[in-house]
């Protein structure tokens, strides 16, 4: 947009909805740059970031003087001012009221439970120096599949993404939580053909851009399963502790 200086996005990767963002960002070429702001390190709270965002918390936008928190906030915002494809976030009333009933659900459910996972299989044990605790692994896991059955059997049903027939703000939104509990090597969707079959298409939607952003997940299942054999003394991964 002419006249328009690039949008600063803070950022910090291991979070679910910063990749989402960045991956928008970068896959619709939306001029940007990044801050990246190191939860684990406490940024997040330091004066400067305060006065941004009260709320101390990732992502946030800042746009020619114009600064907005909340991931969902934020792409709605990206995909109505900045020139992208009308499938993410459509103007049809009918096509966009689908999208904002996926992102009502989403916090509650798909990044709620995949978010639990993760806390109890990944970060719980990397803090503690504790294998996981085996039954509040094994609830959050039932929670989550209840919720991916419902991703399953209502929001597929009948079509190839979660709100229609092309990728969206809400596929975007969900595929960045089922990622998370790739971090400890376990592939959520393994079992679920459809679901499967839905996370290649978002991939092969979103291109280099998906790989680019999970890097950090990448990574961190690396260090996350050698931790783990350390502390148990065995050739395990996560998966064989459940």
């Not at 990767?13 to 990246?36: D, G």
């Not at 904002?100 to 109890?120: C, I, L």
């Not at 209840?146 to 399953?152: A, H, R």
């Not at 950090?216 to 299942?221: A, C, T």
Request: glycine share 4%; proline share 5%; charged share 25%.
């Amino acid at each position: 947009m002419t006249g328009r200086q690039a949008v600063k996005a803070y950022l910090d990767l291991m979070s679910q909805p910063c990749r989402a963002v960045l991956i928008f960002l970068k896959h619709n070429k939306i001029p940007h740059t990044v801050e990246q702001i190191a939860i684990r390190k406490g940024e997040q709270k330091t004066p400067e970031f305060t006065k941004l965002n009260p709320m101390q918390k990732v992502p946030v936008l800042e746009d020619n003087g114009f600064v907005l928190t909340e991931s969902d906030a934020i792409l709605k915002y990206l995909a109505t001012t900045y020139k992208v494809p009308d499938h993410w976030y459509p103007k049809l009333p009918e096509k966009r009221a689908r999208v904002d009933e996926y992102t009502a659900w989403h916090h509650m459910n798909t990044r709620m439970h995949a978010a639990t996972v993760f806390w109890q299989e990944v970060l719980l044990p990397l803090m503690t120096g504790q294998p996981a605790n085996t039954a509040k692994l094994e609830k959050a896991l039932s929670d989550l599949s209840g919720t991916l059955d419902k991703l399953e059997n209502m929001f597929l049903k009948r079509q190839a993404f979660l709100c229609g027939d092309d990728i969206s703000l809400a596929d975007l939104l969900a595929i960045c939580e089922l990622m998370q509990p790739m971090s400890s090597g376990r592939d959520i969707l393994k079992d679920r053909p459809k679901l499967m079959s839905w996370r290649s298409r978002v991939q092969s939607a979103l291109s280099d851009s998906f790989d680019e952003a999970h890097t950090i997940v990448y990574r961190l299942r690396d260090k996350f399963t050698a931790k783990l054999r350390k502390i148990t003394g065995q050739g395990v991964s996560a998966l064989d502790l459940v």
